[in-house]
Nanobody, 116 residues
Framework: QVQLVESGGGLVQAGGSLRLSCSVS????????MGWYRQAPGKQRELVAL??????TDYGDSVKGRFTISRANARNTYLQMNSLKPEDTAVYYC???????????WGQGTQVTVSS
């Protein structure tokens, strides 16, 4: 049973920072990419940041220059969020991609709320 557990969400004032963490447990053959997505009320889930096994990263346009994704190892990823804005308020989800089984695994999400 593969599980992804996110942590680090919370309430912060605009301009503040938060650091999200995601840890993967269970049998997973090859995590070749991990990412963060977010979903605000009434909106579709959108990409925040991706990092592959080679360390290459990709970001959604709205967070470029403010958010940084990193990996401690194959099973742990982090999202440093700086200069937070009220529009960053959403549930943030971690995703791991198994390159052998070609499937994605998702965490339960962590709430981030930015007050103005």
């Amino acid at each position: 049973q593969v599980q992804l557990v996110e942590s680090g969400g919370g309430l912060v004032q605009a301009g503040g920072s938060l650091r999200l963490s995601c840890s993967v447990s269970g049998v997973i053959f090859s995590i070749n990419a991990m990412g963060w997505y977010r979903q605000a009320p009434g909106k579709q889930r959108e990409l925040v940041a991706l990092i592959n096994s080679g360390g290459s990263t990709d970001y959604g346009d709205s967070v470029k220059g403010r958010f940084t994704i990193s990996r401690a190892n194959a099973r742990n990823t982090y999202l440093q969020m700086n200069s937070l804005k009220p529009e960053d308020t959403a549930v943030y989800y971690c995703k791991a991609h198994d390159g052998v089984r070609q499937r994605d695994y998702w965490g339960q999400g962590t709430q981030v709320t930015v007050s103005s």
